[in-house]
């Protein structure tokens, strides 16, 4: 299977920045989209943005414009570049890949641990 590991979280004043990143690794599989989630205690989660292959991305309404999302696909590797934080980002942020096995054309869904990013009040 696909193993995700994120990282860059932590805590950061409203205004200033955080950028996280994500590693995927395995073996036999190809990564079609890839993207971040994030879930505040006693939310659903929901998503951030997401990227694919090709590199068209969308994003969340509440981060346009202060969020992007970057891929290099060469490492498997998604990144997040978070600006002008707000208290309301606070939350535990997931890396997300939808990959295929090579022998398949039918996609699966892949999951970090999560990574918490807290910006006080």
């Known amino acids: 299977q696909v193993q995700l590991a994120e990282s860059g979280g932590g805590v950061v004043q409203a205004g200033g920045s955080l950028r996280l990143s994500c590693v995927a690794s395995g073996s036999w599989f190809r990564i079609n989209t890839m993207g971040w989630y994030r879930q505040a205690p006693g939310k659903q989660r929901e998503l951030v943005a997401a990227?694919?292959?090709?590199?068209?991305?969308n994003y969340a309404d509440s981060v346009k414009g202060r969020f992007t999302i970057s891929r290099d696909n060469a490492k498997n590797t998604v990144y997040l570049q978070m600006n002008s934080l707000r208290p309301e980002d606070t939350a535990v942020y997931y890396c997300h890949a939808e990959a295929s096995r090579v022998y398949s054309r039918a996609p699966d869904d892949y999951w970090g641990q999560g990574t918490q990013v807290t910006v006080p009040s």
């Open positions: 990227m694919s292959s090709g590199g068209s991305s």
